[in-house]
């Protein structure tokens, strides 16, 4: 089976980027499962970091998406796209000129102010670094400290999860489901409320693990990928989930976004 190269959207800001990435996101998730890969770059301040991504798109195809609030900027990279016939897309231009006929007004033009370095502010860059820290089992302690704690086997999207609802400002430790290992104690000690399970269907799960293996230049017959063997993972992760007794949500055909908003309310409800 041919399986497409994805796409790179280069997302282009003057801040963080991520207002460009979650627009394409959004849009990528229209033409699921055609792969589309996202790349930022973010705090573009000088034509210099303009030319770098012009660069890169030239050597390796792609489309730009930018938010640039200064003037400068956002003609030169519009400039080069069409130069070299570069797909563009200015997703903060139309908008603020329209909003400043409407207004009267000019723009202030300052980059970042979608994310003023407020309390909330500290408390996200706070979440993320947890779910940094305690992603796929490296420092079990930080069960008893999170918000959320996702289990699964290998390549249940624990990890897009918790960066997910660690920009959401909940603090997310994910531990990875092993036959061959124990999950740690502590996942029996904390309220089952906070534990989500997370379930895939294995026919899927083998595409995945294929793909991931495929990706890496490794053999895809694997273990890892093989399908006896991931049914036998699915089969000891659903004991473990059914002895804990949390709640559990498939993922099978679930993009990250759906099944994070799934785990917000479960969450909001039993709070």
Partial sequence: MDHPLPTRVYVVSDSVGETGESVVRAAAMQFHPVPVEIMRAPFIHDFEGIDKVITAIR????????????????????????????????????????????????????????HPLDEDYFKKVEAVEFAVKYDDGRDFSGIQKADIILLGVSRTSKTPLSMYLAHKRFKVANVPLVPEMQPPAAIYTVPKDKIIGLRIDPDKLNVIRQERLRTLGLAENATYANVERIKIELAFADKIMSKIGCVIFDVSNRAVEETASLIMDHIERVQ
């Fill in 59 to 114: 050597i390796h195809g792609g489309i730009v998406v930018f938010t640039l609030v200064i003037p400068e900027l956002r003609d030169d990279l519009i400039a080069k796209a069409k130069q070299y016939d570069i797909p563009h897309i200015d997703l903060l231009g139309p908008v603020v000129a329209t909003l400043g006929q409407a207004l009267r007004q000019e723009p202030r033009r300052q980059p970042g102010m979608i």
